[in-house]
């Protein structure tokens, strides 16, 4: 069964400091990753996603990740964190487009001024 | 706009009683999910439907109920058997095959309290 692994439950950092929050995945054939964030007590949103192509994804606000296949990881990145980034950030992924998406138990990520 | 509006908001429930959570779509998804948030637990899928008419038990289905009439509605219900119901309970919907490109949409969510 396909798994997604977010080793660190906590992580926090300076603001202006870089990050990164570490995701892998089960191995697969073909596999979509997808990076959601959820702010206190709201949903998720869709921050970032590869389904193809480039290995390397950008989101509008700084964000990138990188596919990598040979270590089956998404690892999530950002030079310079604001106070507004604090959050929670879950990767996930899907297997084929007909099975659902798998998420990972998700990153507290803490930005101390 | 579209997107997925999910009511009440905060919610609170008495020893014994039934609930329901309201999920409204306006995005032309045709399949709808249910999850469930715990504190240090992720998120755990409770029913997900792919098609009006049919839905699925996800990983933790035992006390809780779905129905999807129309497409665009997917309340979820939080049955008497449920013996720990209190969580945060979020909704979401993507297009037919699972969505692909657009991932999973969702919900605001619905605080449920047993007191």
């Known amino acids: 069964a396909q798994s997604v692994t977010q080793l660190d439950s906590q992580v926090p950092v300076f603001e202006e400091a870089p990050v990164e929050l570490r995701c892998n995945y089960s191995s697969s054939v073909s596999v979509y990753l997808f990076w959601y964030v959820q702010y206190p007590n709201q949903g998720l949103q869709l921050l970032l996603k590869?389904?193809?192509?480039?290995?390397l994804v950008k989101s509008i606000n700084g964000f990138e990740a990188e596919f990598n296949k040979s270590q089956t990881s998404f690892h999530l990145r950002k030079p310079s964190v604001h106070i507004s980034d604090t959050a929670e950030y879950f990767c996930?992924?899907?297997?084929?487009?007909?099975?659902?998406?798998?998420f990972g138990p998700g990153t507290s990520l803490s930005v101390i001024p | 706009d579209g997107g997925i509006t999910q009511s009440p908001k905060y919610l609170f429930r008495k020893e014994g009683q039934n609930v329901t959570l309201s999920c409204e779509q306006n995005?032309?998804?045709?399949?709808m999910y249910w999850y469930r948030q715990d504190p240090g637990q992720g998120l755990r899928l409770i029913y997900y439907s792919q098609i009006v008419n049919d839905f699925q038990k996800g990983d933790i289905a035992e006390g809780y109920s779905v129905s999807r009439e129309k497409k665009e509605s997917f309340p979820l219900t939080v049955t008497s058997a449920q013996k720990n119901p209190t969580a945060f309970y979020l909704c979401a919907s993507s297009t037919g095959q699972g969505g692909v490109n657009y991932g999973y949409t969702f919900g605001s969510g619905t605080r449920l309290t047993v007191v």
């Open positions: 995005l032309n998804h045709d399949a």
């Open positions: 590869y389904l193809s192509g480039s290995t």
């Open positions: 996930a992924a899907k297997k084929t487009s007909y099975d659902k998406v798998i």
